[in-house]
């Protein structure tokens, strides 16, 4: 187990890596596992990459993010990110033309519309981390499959066994219609997100409750 000095290090460290980071423009406090970063970053890109950052810290239980942006140049036009957003996903060849509504406000982008597949849902809101202006981003996309393939249990169970951080861990994975349902203990956030992303991979998954618990 981790003091709260050493995961605090651990987490200043992780930060440090990143190339586009400035440590001295981000603090982290360590409690119990939870860290809280602070501080003041010119970009949504930057504030997403040190939170990023901080889940990979093995010992990390949760994140409470209390990062600032402040943009270095002029405040732009919710029409312009909007606009720009649009473009983008016009261009992508991983998001369907015309499925998603976007709407800015004072910065900050909401995404709504119908997908297949979470990948395409995902993609949606990492497009945008470079854009500029934006402040932050809510994730309203629902995924609606079309396919009529059930759900199978074992392709699941398969696919985390074969993934090198999740190999070893007690990992329980129930399926409920196309509902996909996460139960168990591992050491990281990072474990949990990757569990939760492979399980989204799965043909027919709608939904995925992510119950694993962080040690």
């Not at 901080?54 to 402040?70: L, M, Q, S, T």
């Not at 392709?155 to 129930?174: F, G, M, P, Q, Y």
């Amino acid at each position: 187990m981790k003091t709260n000095e050493d995961l605090q290090k651990d987490v200043q460290d992780a930060i440090k890596w990143e190339r586009l980071l400035n440590p001295a423009e981000i603090g982290v406090t360590a409690k119990d596992g939870v860290i809280t970063l602070t501080g003041v970053v010119d970009s949504y890109a930057k504030k997403t990459e040190a939170e990023d950052a901080a889940k990979n810290v093995v010992g990390v239980r949760a994140v409470v993010e209390k990062i600032e942006i402040k943009f270095a140049s002029d405040k732009i036009d919710d029409n312009e990110i909007a606009n720009d957003i649009i473009s983008t996903y016009k261009w992508n060849w991983a998001i369907p033309k015309d499925k998603i509504k976007v709407r800015v406000e004072e910065g900050w982008v909401t995404l709504e519309g119908d997908l297949n597949r979470n990948f395409q849902k995902e993609s949606a809101k990492d497009l945008i981390r470079n854009h500029e202006g934006v402040k932050g981003v809510t994730n309203n996309i629902k995924i609606v499959t079309e396919t009529l393939d059930s759900i199978e249990k074992k392709d699941i169970e398969r696919a985390l066994a074969r993934t090198w951080s999740l190999n070893d861990k007690d990992i329980h994975v129930k399926v409920a219609g196309n509902k996909v349902t996460l139960i168990g203990k591992i050491e990281s956030l990072y474990q949990k997100n990757e569990a939760g992303r492979i399980s989204w991979n799965a043909p027919g998954v709608t939904s995925v409750d992510n119950e694993l618990v962080v040690e």
